[in-house]
């Protein structure tokens, strides 16, 4: 996160702006729009009001710090470096299309570099299967004092932006800074090439429009987002990841790395170049549109720029009859639904939450992956790539253009985003006298939300056995590092306060909503809102709130004065783990850090046993490892005298599960062996593993008799954990809990409200909200099964998009107070998604203890009245 600058910092920043650090490049060939103001009115934010004391002389040194490599020497542009080159691979996937293969980018990066002093090439990380992650910076050079003074502005317009809206330097010699994102699916490829040729025209071209362009523009190329996928023509990355569906979870490093790009380069303008959709797909979007945009501000742009990549591809000449290309299409222009921008889960959408105002989904034209990949001849596959490759060029030079001819009017909407959230100022709604020259709007378009003045995050005491603040400890110190993370300020109390009519311990956490990336904060934390009667169909998630769904306390404020308060911004959270100095210990397993720890000690073996409710008791002679899981897992060992009943053992777990499944089962330290139809087919050792779980890829009538009979000791002698349609049918197959699945809308998703178990040794003490993706519940229950949670009655949907199916079944109002969790004899099932895309953390303890329990749990009692009924009734 960057630092928050302080007035003193401020003042001294916009005097050195006007000085002699800065770039004297040509005169500007850009617009001039005036940026709106308004003043600050009432109450400043936390940050500003505690920042008053900053010391000038401590501002003025932070100020004219220069900007250093790790070796301490100042750095401007370019920034080069030799790369080394990797190993040869014929089986990359991109030579069958004539496309560059990951392996000869080293090599044309050092080729570029060698071309001039424009371009720069650094590592900016590497991807879940180790490949080096390549950010090209094409810029005019820099000396290391311009460079300074460039980070100095951006930093200004981020932290101080009713100052840099006022700054003529800024608007003089600030350069506007545009991404280009390439290749975040591996198997659509042709973004890279295109990169590197628009880089290559860039690094040599003479003429005085480009060196405009680079005197007053920063261009950055994500070369390949995912070099496992590109290698291996897949759309996922080696861990299975979808990397555009991850930016709210952040699970995976390639996303980790773009985030950073956005918080440190702060695009105004970004590309994410996608296939295959024919005509050419230039966002902006159809509706649902984000609420928590600045959406003025983000379609007058992204619709302008959209205009002048259509022509230019249009423009390249090609046609359905002669190539099989069609024109160009703007969802936002040209489709009613189905192409929407409300989840900030792509890159597009949650680049505008950074203050990017141009930002686009490219889809290029024509098909070269998959079953066209297999089947079609290697000319025609080679030229659909040309075709693509020249069309994502298109696209990128008509984003340079609208960058070079819009650049003051670009800077100052960014500007304006992040003064909007730092005043805590109204959204502006869209209509046609809001962002004129854009046709069609109307009421359809129009979502806009209400802001809290602040969210408080109650911190847990460790130590505090058995408290609910003690239960949320490790999550709330999880959402507090991912909210810094994302660049979202967070304070911490350092004494009890009072807000918003209620009492908050010491530790607890303020996000102070006057803050520039309000926006961000809020789509993360919020419950979010229920579409379902707005479009009909959603493109994907459209329900995620990390409020919800992460396991820790998050309160609204919606008002009320935040001067006063006895808070300290944090760098990152405060740790929680604890381990007491005397007794037995008891570790809760509430939260997938305690679930690791626990495995880590079982590993390790240590002998644990099983509390009453549900805790993990570890001996006191185990207190040294104990204390290292502690320290590794950030989770909190309590005295206690209990000295447990069951033993809990060592659990290998047999998965035929999604990838977000499996990585959140390895992220809980469960050795995992992957399984299938296939894999039993072929014979398989079940004395390696302990329980079996399964939400796909596993069907028991595929199964030949040798296979069946061998599962079936099994799950008698063992057990099943089963989630979703496919684990319930394994379930019905093999005739283990007597529960009838019913099928929900297989589109439906979002967050719902649950009620669970008391007694559950599954569900006990777990959030009472949830998440559904192709919901499932469960029906004439047969004696022996227990409700250990259930859907909400009334309609359980607090956020997504969850309608009946055509036929008028499967919707909300069939689900409410029905079973999403059972469990029995040797097996539990889930309608729910707790490990869905790693994202829902406050759940993922569910599964973990499901699969804990079902191998040592022979039989399981029935409860009063459980056939069929509601866990409201069974509290």
Not at 72 to 78: D, I, M, N, S, W
Not at 115 to 122: A, C, H, I, M, Q
Not at 471 to 478: G, N
Request: glycine fraction near 10%; hydrophobic fraction near 40%; avoid cysteine.
């Amino acid at each position: 996160m960057r630092p928050v600058l302080r007035p003193a910092l401020l003042a001294a920043l916009a005097v050195t702006t006007a000085g002699s650090l800065l770039l004297t490049p040509h005169t500007a060939t850009a617009d001039h729009k005036p940026v709106t103001r308004e003043e600050m009115d009432g109450e400043r934010s936390v940050f500003g009001e505690r920042a008053a004391t900053a010391s000038v002389g401590a501002a003025t040194r932070a100020l004219t710090a220069p900007v250093t490599d790790l070796t301490g020497t100042a750095r401007g542009y370019p920034r080069e470096q030799t790369l080394s080159p990797d190993p040869e691979n014929p089986g990359d996937k991109s030579i069958k299309l004539g496309l560059i293969p990951y392996h000869a980018i080293a090599p044309k990066l050092n080729a570029l570099q060698q071309l001039g002093d424009r371009v720069s090439v650094e590592v900016v990380g590497r991807s879940a299967g180790g490949h080096r992650l390549y950010l090209v910076t094409v810029t005019a050079p820099e000396s290391a004092a311009q460079t300074h003074a460039q980070e100095s502005m951006r930093e200004l317009i981020e932290n101080a932006p009713a100052v840099a809206a006022n700054s003529q330097t800024v608007k003089r010699s600030y350069k506007a800074p545009v991404f280009v994102n390439n290749n975040i699916h591996g198997n659509e490829w042709e973004g890279t090439d295109a990169s590197l040729k628009i880089v290559e025209r860039l690094a040599t071209a003479t003429d005085a429009r480009t060196r405009d362009l680079l005197a007053h523009s920063r261009l950055y190329f994500n070369i390949t987002a995912n070099p496992d996928g590109r290698i291996a023509g897949t759309r996922a990355n080696a861990n299975g990841f979808d990397l555009n569906r991850d930016f709210v979870t952040s699970s995976q490093p390639e996303g980790r790395v773009m985030r950073q790009i956005e918080i440190d380069k702060q695009p105004a303008v970004m590309l994410d170049l996608h296939g295959y959709v024919n005509g050419t797909l230039i966002e902006p979007t159809t509706p649902p549109h984000g609420e928590n945009y600045e959406y003025d501000l983000f379609l007058k742009n992204t619709y302008a720029n959209a205009l002048g990549m259509e022509a230019a591809v249009n423009g390249l000449g090609y046609t359905p009859a002669k190539d099989g290309v069609e024109a160009a299409q703007i969802p936002f222009r040209d489709q009613e639904e189905g192409w929407d921008d409300w989840p900030p889960i792509f890159t597009p959408q949650y680049a505008a939450f950074h203050g990017t105002v141009a930002a686009h989904t490219i889809e290029i034209p024509l098909t070269v992956n998959n079953r066209a990949y297999d089947t079609l001849p290697v000319d025609e596959l080679r030229r659909r790539s040309a075709i693509n490759t020249a069309v994502a060029g298109a696209t990128i030079s008509a984003t340079l253009n609208y960058v070079q001819d819009h650049r003051t009017s670009l800077v100052a909407d960014q500007i304006e985003v992040f003064r909007r959230g730092a005043a805590g100022a109204a959204q502006v709604p869209v209509s046609a006298e809001t962002v004129p020259g854009v046709p069609g709007i109307g009421p359809e378009d129009v979502y806009t939300t209400t802001f809290p003045r602040a969210y408080v995050i109650p911190a847990g005491t460790s130590g505090a056995s058995g408290t609910s603040a003690q239960r949320s400890a490790p999550a709330a110190a999880r959402l507090v590092d991912h909210l810094l993370a994302n660049d979202i300020r967070v304070t911490r109390a350092t004494h009890t306060f009072r807000l918003g009519g209620r009492t908050y311990a010491k530790g607890s956490y303020v996000v102070d909503m006057r803050q520039p990336k309000r926006g961000l904060a809020n789509v993360l934390l919020a419950d979010g809102r229920d579409i379902s009667d707005k479009v009909s169909v959603m493109y994907d998630i459209s329900g995620w709130s990390l409020g919800r769904l992460w396991g820790a306390s998050v309160q609204p404020v919606v008002s009320g004065s935040l001067l006063g308060l006895p808070v300290r911004a944090v760098q990152a959270a405060a740790r929680v783990g604890y381990v007491a100095p005397y007794g037995n210990l008891r570790l809760r397993l509430d939260d997938p850090r305690e679930i690791a720890a626990l495995n880590s000690l079982l590993r390790g073996g240590v002998s644990v046993r099983r509390a009453a409710d549900g805790s993990a008791i570890v001996p006191a002679s185990a207190r040294p490892k104990a204390v290292a899981a502690a320290r590794a897992y950030d989770v909190a060992f309590d005295a206690t005298k209990t000295t447990g009943t069951a033993p809990v053992h060592r659990t290998r777990v047999a998965a035929a599960v999604t990838p977000g499944e499996l990585f959140a089962l390895r992220e809980m330290n469960f050795e995992v062996i992957p399984v299938s139809t296939g894999i039993l087919n072929a014979g398989f050792d079940w004395s390696t593993v302990d329980v079996l779980f399964v939400s796909q890829g596993l069907a028991y009538e595929g199964l030949g008799t040798d296979a069946r009979t061998a599962l079936d000791a099994f799950l008698a002698s063992r057990g099943l954990v089963g989630r979703g349609a496919a684990g319930a049918a394994l379930n019905s197959a093999a005739g283990l809990l007597a529960a009838k699945p019913v099928e929900g809308n297989g589109d439906a998703n979002g967050v719902v409200r649950v009620v669970n178990s008391g007694s559950s040794p599954v569900t006990g003490g777990a959030p009472d909200h949830g998440f559904v993706y192709a919901p499932v519940w469960f029906t004439d229950l047969g004696p022996d099964v227990r409700v250990d949670q259930s859907y909400g009655t009334g309609n359980p949907l607090v956020s997504g998009h969850w309608r009946p199916s055509a036929d008028g079944s499967g919707g909300p109002d069939a689900a409410a107070g029905q079973a999403s969790v059972v469990s029995g004899p040797h097996a539990v099932l889930f309608g729910t998604e707790p490990l869905f895309r790693d994202h829902p953390k406050g759940e993922f303890a569910q599964v973990a203890r499901a699969l804990l329990a079902v191998p040592a749990t022979p039989t399981v009692p029935a409860v009063p009245g459980a056939g069929g009924t509601s866990s409201e009734e069974n509290g």
